[in-house]
């Protein structure tokens, strides 16, 4: 057990750029959440994921934002035309549940400059 | 909608004394709650939950927290604060164990030698 993964850990980019973050989750766990903490905040739910299909999704994640999962496996967060409010922490989570239990298995995060 | 209150932001302690960070939420069922830590550059690490039964939970690194349904709190404590417990703490809800989390906005603990 490896634990939850992210890629990159740091990605520094130009305003108007589109990033993609990669998460790989435990491997038997079957949810998958992203979140995303702004300095000297909590962090705030943006999405999840069961098995391959997204199954909430935050008003937050406004239309710019896409993740996916395809196989239930690793998940991708796209931002397209990045802003600089877009700067943050984004974490990935996965935990293995069916109608209940399961806590959540935070990653370390892939920290976005926008410039 | 769930909300959770860490109505400290900052709380500074001397190694060895105790420890109380507080923490409200709002909820109107039972609610599922969660102690997380935060080191700098690090992820989130799970220090303790409550799903249901005794209200008095422990976990790891000797902390535990207490339910308090009348005053909707859930305070996490420790007796004797190590300078490596200095870190962010965050409260969290969830209105079931495997689904979204609503975090406070975080208690910085820092630890006089």
């Known amino acids: 057990d490896t634990g939850v993964s992210q890629d990159p850990r740091h990605k520094i980019t130009k305003r108007g750029q589109n990033v993609t973050f990669r998460c790989d989750p435990i491997?038997?766990?079957?949810?998958l959440y992203w979140y995303r903490q702004t300095l000297g905040q909590g962090p705030e739910f943006l999405t999840y994921f069961q098995n391959e299909a997204q199954l909430e999704k935050s008003r937050l994640l406004s239309d710019r934002f896409s993740a996916e999962r395809p196989k239930g496996s690793f998940s991708t967060l796209e931002i397209q035309r990045t802003e600089q409010g877009d700067s943050a922490m984004y974490l990935c989570?996965?935990?293995?549940?069916?109608?209940?239990?399961?806590?959540?298995?935070f990653g370390p995060g892939t920290r976005l400059t926008v410039t | 909608a769930q909300s959770v209150t860490q109505p400290d932001i900052h709380i500074t302690v001397s190694e060895g004394a105790s420890l109380e960070l507080r923490c409200n939420y709002s909820y109107g069922a039972t609610p599922y709650l969660f102690w997380y830590v935060q080191s700098p550059g690090q992820g989130l690490q799970l220090l303790l939950k409550?799903?249901?039964?005794?209200?008095l939970v422990q976990g790891i690194k000797g902390f535990e927290a207490e339910f308090k349904r009348s005053q909707s709190s859930f305070n996490l404590r420790k007796p004797s604060v190590h300078w490596s417990d200095a870190a962010e703490y965050f409260c969290?809800?969830?209105?079931?164990?495997?689904?979204?989390?609503?975090f406070g906005g975080g208690t910085r603990l820092m630890v006089k030698p």
């Open positions: 491997s038997e766990h079957n949810r």
């Open positions: 989570a996965s935990s293995f549940g069916l109608a209940q239990m399961g806590e959540q298995y």
């Open positions: 409550y799903f249901s039964g005794d209200t």
């Open positions: 969290a809800v969830a209105h079931n164990a495997g689904n979204m989390l609503t």
